[in-house]
């Protein structure tokens, strides 16, 4: 079992940082000041598209790369080198290989993931899409190639399924993880098909499927009927992974290869089912979730029309509600797996957004909630980054 040492990697204080929100219609840019007391909207950029993922690249502070679709242009990625003044689309977005005439093939729907490269490796991105397929960009999203072969790898695409598995809104590959330490080191996963490791630069991955659950009835050795909804890795001990599935949270403590449900200890009036999942920057046992009602597939809306955030401080042993300046009921939003973040900064601040457009951040770690921008569209996904 790996040691987690507390020797905590220090707090970086911002002079100022953006959110970067993605939603159903558009996104939107808030500019904070160093207190993150005030912030400023910037937006909608792209009014009308769906935008899956925004991402700031941390390696300069400037690149921003955005996952987006509309009706008629269908998907691609945008990308600016200037926070967002100018936009300019990828000369080739990620696009699965043609197939020989008659001979079935598949068609990227949207490009769901964003994943800055090692830092290393300046201009590398990754990127998952719906359906599951992983590639990769190395001139800072200009143009993408599929990575690593699993496109259309026989097994991988047995244990993807069809366009009509998984997810109501598509199956998708997402939570690109790469080591801090090692470019070569990878995680993924897919929603239905498990979770994936690289210790080879992409060239052979391997499942670490075991000690996850699935749904009752369906076959657990079966990868297929694997759906984890996010995986993280700790930046402060990165061989600890935490991961919040379809059917609980669990902990991965490497070199292990086996999950420890760690959501058994949520209160059993609201469970351990969600999707998004947030490790403190620095401390390996502090993680915060956002419970949803599991009670089926399609609830999807915050326990009991009251919603909160939970957090563990001792790795998955005890958790305690977060909600102070939560609605306290009649509030049936939830928060979808890329929604939910956090800064560097100390005391870490916590961003969510809901689907019903409310953006909400916490300066102290999530004692105290602050609703920050309102009426937006569905929101998909929240990023935090300092801009240089």
Sequence with gaps: M??????????????????????????????????????RADGPHFLGHIVSHLVLDPRDGRTLLMAAKTGHLGPTVLRSID???????????????KVAAGQPGRAVDHTFWLTPGHASEPDSWY??????????SEDGGVTWDPFSGINDDPQYRKWMGTTQDGTPDGPKLHSIIVDPRDPAHLYFAMSGGGVHESVDRGQTWTPIVAGLEVVEGFDASNIAFHDPHCIRLCPGSPDRLYQQNHCGIYRLDRPSNEWLRIGRRMPRRIG????????????PDTVWVFPMDGGSVWTRTSPGGVPAVYVTRNGGKTWRRAAAGMPEGQAWWTVKRQAMTS????????????????????????QQWLCIAAHLPEIYAVEVAAPA
Excluded at 11 to 39: C, F, I, P
Excluded at 83 to 97: D, I, M, Q, T, Y
Excluded at 272 to 283: C, K, L, N, T
């Design 2 to 39: 790996a040691t987690h040492r507390r020797s905590m990697p220090r707090a970086r204080v911002a002079r100022r940082l953006v959110v970067l929100v993605a939603t159903r219609k558009g996104a939107w840019l808030y500019h904070g000041d160093a207190g993150r007391k005030s912030w």
């Design 83 to 97: 926070l967002g003044r100018s936009w300019k689309e990828a000369v080739r977005p990620p696009a699965f290989n």
């Design 127 to 136: 990127a998952g899409t719906s359906p599951q397929g992983l590639f990769r």
């Design 272 to 283: 351990d089912i969600g999707f998004p999942i947030v490790v403190h920057p620095r401390d």
């Design 343 to 366: 800064d560097m900064n100390d005391p870490v601040g916590l961003y969510f957004g809901t689907t019903s457009g409310e953006l909400w951040a916490s300066r102290d770690e999530g």
